[in-house]
């Protein structure tokens, strides 16, 4: 598994992170024709639904980019892919996941932002890339975990996201 950590600090920068592993993974599940997976983990206000709005907006999306606290699930349909933003922070039973059909998002040509992923273990495939949001001090830490993306992809992430 490749991994890169680095600091960031404000919300620009978290939303540059977003932008940045969107151009690196929507090429990808293009290329590959089929869903990828971004878990996102990390204490509230760590940063991930800031994250999930600079990736949506990377996309082309231009318009409000809404946090699915309450409806588990945002979509964001673009003309050859689609961008599911899930939250599963306020899920009480994973069983709830399996009437809304969580498991046809992961067949489409798709990026699925998952925050909380924890909360629906063994109902969704393994992640192809976990970002790891560590919040303190008006500072975030980021860990970036993948078996998908190669490290030199990962080490540009580190090398950009400050510049």
């Keep these: 598994m490749q991994k890169v950590s680095f600091k960031i600090e404000g919300e620009a920068k978290t939303v ?15 290329e590959l024709k089929r869903s990828i997976l971004i878990n996102l983990e990390g204490d509230l206000g760590a940063g991930k639904t800031t994250f999930s709005k600079g990736f949506i907006r990377a996309c082309g999306y231009d318009d409000l980019v809404r946090s ?13 892919f689609s ?7 306020r ?10 059909g969580i498991r046809d998002y992961f067949e489409k040509t798709s990026v699925c932002l ?8 063994g109902l969704i495939p393994e992640a192809d890339v976990i970002v790891h949001f560590i919040y303190s001090e008006q500072k975030r830490d980021v860990v970036i975990e993948s078996k998908l993306l190669e490290q030199s992809s990962l080490e540009q992430i580190s090398e950009q996201i400050n510049k």
């Design 16 to 30: 540059k992170l977003g932008a940045l592993l969107s151009k690196l993974c929507v090429p990808l599940c293009k």
């Design 83 to 89: 961008v599911y933003h899930f939250d599963l922070y």
């Design 114 to 121: 998952i925050e909380w992923p924890d909360k629906a273990e």
């Design 91 to 100: 899920l009480v039973d994973p069983e709830e996941l399996e009437y809304m």
């Design 68 to 80: 699915p606290t309450y409806t588990l699930v945002e979509p964001y349909e673009f003309s050859d």
